[in-house]
C-alpha cells in the first residue's frame, strides 16, 4: 500500500524560508505597484476628465512589458537572477524619487505623468520574469500551484493595502507622499533581496547572447502548442477584463458620493476577492479542470463588468469588484500554471516574459481601446461592449 502524499495547503510554501523571504518581498514590491498606480490614476483624474487620458495611465504602465517582456526574460535566464532582482528595485526607487520631485516643484502635467508611469512600468517589466523564473526552483513541483497561489495572495492583498494607504495619504497629506513611501518601501524591497544567498550557476556551455537567447526562446513557444494556447487565451482574457480597471478611476467619481475613497474601496473589493478566490482554489482545482476554471472564471469577469456599467452605487459595485477579483484571479492563476508546468527550465524566464508580454501587451491596447470608445460614447457603453465581446471570444 503505498503512503498517502502529504497535504499541501494554500500557505505550505511559507514554511521554506527562502521562499517565505522572497514571497515577502514581492508582496511589498506589489504594494508599492498599487501605491502608485493609485495615486497616478487619481492624479490624472485632478489634470483632465478626458476618458482617455485617464485610461492611458493603465496602457502607460502595462505597454512596457510588452515592449520589454522577452528581452528582460532573456536576460533573466543567462544573468545572476538575484542581481538583476535588486537592480530592478532601485530602479523603481529611484522613478520615484523623479515623481516627487515633479510633484513637490508643481512641474506635474499629463503628457509628463505618462512618461513616468511607463518608466515606472520599465521596472515592472525588468523584475516579473526574473521573480517568475526563480519562484521553481524554490519550491518542489508538487507546491508550484500553491506558490503561484500565494503569488496572487500577495499581488491582490498588495490591492488592499497599496489603494487603502495611497488612499490615505492622498486625502491626508497628498500625492507626493503617495510617493515618497513608495521611494522609501522599494529601497527597502532591494535590500531585503541583498539578504538573499542563491549561487548562480553559469550555463556550461558559456553565457548566451541577448539575441540569440531571445531567438531560442520564441523558437520554442513557437513550437509549443500548450504554450501558443496559452498565450491566446489569456490575451483574449485581459484585452476584454482590463477595461474594467482601465476606466475604474471614472466609474467611482461617477457613483453616489464618489470620489478617492470610493476609488480605494472598489479597488479593495477587488482584491478581497481574489484572495478569497485563492485561498478556496486548491478545492476548486479538485472539482473542476483547468479549463473549466478558465471558462467560467471569464464569464464571471464579464458579468461583473455589466454589472459595474450599470451600478448607482457602491452598495451595487462593492459586490461586483469582488466577484470581478475572484474571476480575475481565478482565469490568470489556472494559466499561469499551465504556464508554469508547459516550460523546462532553461527557457522559463522567456516562457514566462511571453505569458506576461501577453497579458501585459492585451491590457495596454485593451485600456486605449476602451478608453477610446467611452471617450467617443460613454463609460456605460465602452464597458457593455467589453462585457458581451467577453462572452462571444
Known sequence: MRPTPPRIGPFTPLKLPVFRMLWSTWLLANICMWMNDVAAAWMMTTLTTTPLWVALVQSASTLPVFLLGLPSGALADILDRRRW?????????????????????????????????????????????????????????????????????????????????????????????????????????????????????????GREKLVSAMRVGVQFVRQSLRMRAVLTRISIFFLHSTALLALLPLL??????????????????????????????????????RDQLVLRGALLQSAATAVMAVAPNTWVAVPAMFFGGAAWITVANSLSVSAQLALP??????????????????????????????????????LLIASVTGVLM
Open 252 to 289: 467611482a467619481r461617477g457613483l453616489e458620493g464618489g470620489g478617492a475613497g470610493t476609488f480605494t474601496l472598489l479597488l479593495a473589493a477587488m482584491g478581497s476577492g481574489a484572495i478569497s478566490a485563492v485561498l478556496v482554489m486548491p478545492r476548486l482545482r479538485q472539482a473542476y479542470v
Open 85 to 205: 532582482l535588486m537592480a530592478t528595485q532601485f530602479w523603481l526607487a529611484g522613478v520615484a524619487i523623479v515623481l516627487c520631485a515633479a510633484v513637490a516643484l508643481d512641474m506635474m502635467t499629463a503628457p509628463l505623468l505618462l512618461a513616468l508611469t511607463f518608466a515606472n512600468g520599465i521596472g515592472l517589466a525588468l523584475r516579473w520574469p526574473v521573480f517568475a523564473a526563480i519562484v521553481p526552483e524554490l519550491v518542489p513541483r508538487p507546491q508550484l500551484p500553491a506558490a503561484l497561489g500565494l503569488n496572487g495572495i500577495a499581488m491582490n492583498a498588495s490591492r488592499i493595502i497599496g489603494p487603502l494607504v495611497a488612499g490615505a495619504l492622498i486625502a491626508s497629506a497628498g500625492s507626493l507622499w503617495v510617493f515618497v513611501l513608495n521611494a522609501v518601501m522599494s529601497v527597502a524591497s532591494g535590500f531585503i533581496v541583498l539578504r538573499w544567498r542563491r549561487e548562480h550557476t553559469p550555463n556550461p556551455l
Open 345 to 382: 527550465d532553461w527557457v522559463r524566464a522567456r516562457g514566462m516574459s511571453m505569458f506576461q508580454m501577453s497579458i501585459m501587451g492585451a491590457s495596454a491596447f485593451g485600456a486605449a481601446l476602451w478608453g477610446h470608445i467611452a471617450t467617443g460614447s460613454s463609460l456605460q457603453a465602452s
